[in-house]
């Protein structure tokens, strides 16, 4: 492991991944290998800005300084290739919130969401808790790669009426990049037929070799009809800290967004998250580098343990998250995938009806964001298992 990434045992700490499994899986005693955050400590520059703050002992209310937003500003530009100008920054505190917000800013109760199953849970929550429904377009799979079903989304677009979709980039679970000509086809179909879009990018920095990520906002003039999610917190495992971005072109939409923000009060974060988030964008990038290269060791490992012993089993390519999808079709039916899974093998997984419902009861995501050791034990624990 490389020298910039610190392992540790999580027990104790009170991390939602490690010691809320009882409360979650009603075991204690399994694996955590679930919840999309990293076993890593988080960057030295990010420990060290906070613990220069913490020492200072003065809390008060916080300025938030211009190198906060300049951070952020060139992070894009130079890695992301997206001239973010100043005014179209919200501050949000984090990607689910915003996605409820957006619900209620972009549509009217009743109005049709679309989102592309297998996709993060909260897009469901997002759309059903606002009274809002749901039109679901299957992502085409072909064995275990991801494509859109353009044609299909196309004829739900126009038949459901819809008002907004809900795009995530990277996505989560099925690990796809998705590609300049797929964002393009996509946001074309919903200019068309006037369709607001949301862009979830918030894995758009866990990018492995040999892929790009490409943000929608930078495939053509779509600025009047899309909204950006993005984050440090995914990136530099900070998600406790609490702050995320919403990147919104459109002046409209911006005052449209302010008018919730404002009712609920809602405009500003806290001290620690805006030195954290600022440090990592300045200076967490070695550190990045290294972690990416830990995830795409650790998803070799799987993939080989499981076509060696269980090679039925796909995994579907990783091109970006820390996130394996792993369908487990040929080996256990929905009804017992648990038993084997968790029960047998000791493993806290997410299972992949949280992410689709029935369609996915057969498959697991696997989080690859901590040690090689543990990817391989989680492996022959689920081997064994099985076999």
Known sequence: ????????????????????????????????????DMDFEAPECVKEAIVKYAADGLYGYYRVPDAYYDAFIAWEKNYHNYDVKREWIQYVPGVVPALYWLVQVLTSVGDHVAVMPPVYPPFYSAVKDNNRKLAKCPLLNEN??????????????????????????????????????????????????GVYVVADEIHQDLIMSGHEQVSAAVVGDYGDMLVTLT???????????????????????????????????????????????QAAYEGGREWLDDLLQQVEINYRVLKT???????????????????????????????????????????????????????YASYIRINLATRQE??????????????
């Open 1 to 36: 492991m490389s020298s910039l990434l610190r392992y540790r045992d999580r027990w104790g700490t009170d991390c939602l991944k490690w010691d809320d499994m009882e409360r979650v899986f009603g075991d204690s005693d399994l694996l955590p290998m679930w919840v999309a």
């Open 231 to 277: 984050s440090a917190t995914k990136t530099f495992n900070i998600a406790g800290c609490q702050n995320a971005f919403l990147v919104i072109q459109d002046e409209a939409i911006r005052k449209r967004l302010e008018k919730i923000t404002k009712t609920i009060h809602a405009e500003e974060g806290n001290a620690f998250g805006y030195i954290a988030v």
């Open 374 to 387: 543990s990817v391989e034990a989680a492996a022959k624990r689920l081997i064994d298992a099985i076999k």
């Open 144 to 193: 275990g790669k991801y494509t859109m079903d353009l044609e299909r989304f196309e004829a739900l677009v126009s038949d459901k009426q819809v008002k907004l979709f809900i795009l995530c980039s990277p996505h989560n679970p099925a690990g796809r990049v998705w590609s300049e000509q797929e964002l393009r086809a996509v946001l074309e179909i919903c200019r068309r037929y």
């Open 305 to 359: 343990e499981l076509a060696a012993h269980l090679p039925q089993a796909v995994i579907s390519p990783l091109e970006g998250t820390y996130l394996a999808w792993v369908d487990m079709r040929a080996y256990l039916a929905p009804g017992e995938i648990k038993a084997v899974v968790q029960d047998s093998a000791g493993l806290a997984v997410n299972f992949g009806n949280l992410f689709g419902g029935g369609d």
